[in-house]
Nanobody, 118 residues
């Protein structure tokens, strides 16, 4: 059973940057396709970015050019570098597997809060 723990959120001004981390337990993280997701108040959870086990990346249009997803399999950790943050990026950010069989509902953790405000 894999567990994911998110960290790195906080309060930042518009235009600022944050780097989120997703630490995975176990030793099979390297084979997982992974994703960063976010849920803003009153909205559905949405996929922000994904990265395959081989390192191929995809981004939601709303964050393309501003966010960068990466992973360090030796550290069992995935990252989300967020630059040029906007108030509409305010949300709780989560990590999980992406696609079948990597995504599972019971992998959702507590998430990390990102608030973009002046």
């Amino acid at each position: 059973q894999v567990q994911f723990v998110e960290s790195g959120g906080g309060l930042v001004q518009p235009g600022g940057s944050l780097r989120l981390s997703c630490a995975a337990s176990g030793n099979i993280f390297r084979i997982y396709d992974m994703g960063w997701y976010r849920q803003a108040p009153g909205k559905q959870r949405e996929l922000v970015a994904s990265i395959t086990s081989g390192g191929s990346r995809n981004y939601a249009d709303s964050v393309k050019g501003r966010f960068t997803i990466s992973r360090d399999n030796a550290k069992n950790t995935m990252y989300l570098q967020m630059n040029s943050l906007k108030p509409e990026d305010t949300a709780v950010y989560y990590c999980n597997g992406h696609g079948s069989p990597w995504y599972r509902k019971d992998y959702w953790g507590q998430g990390t809060q990102v608030t973009v405000s002046s």
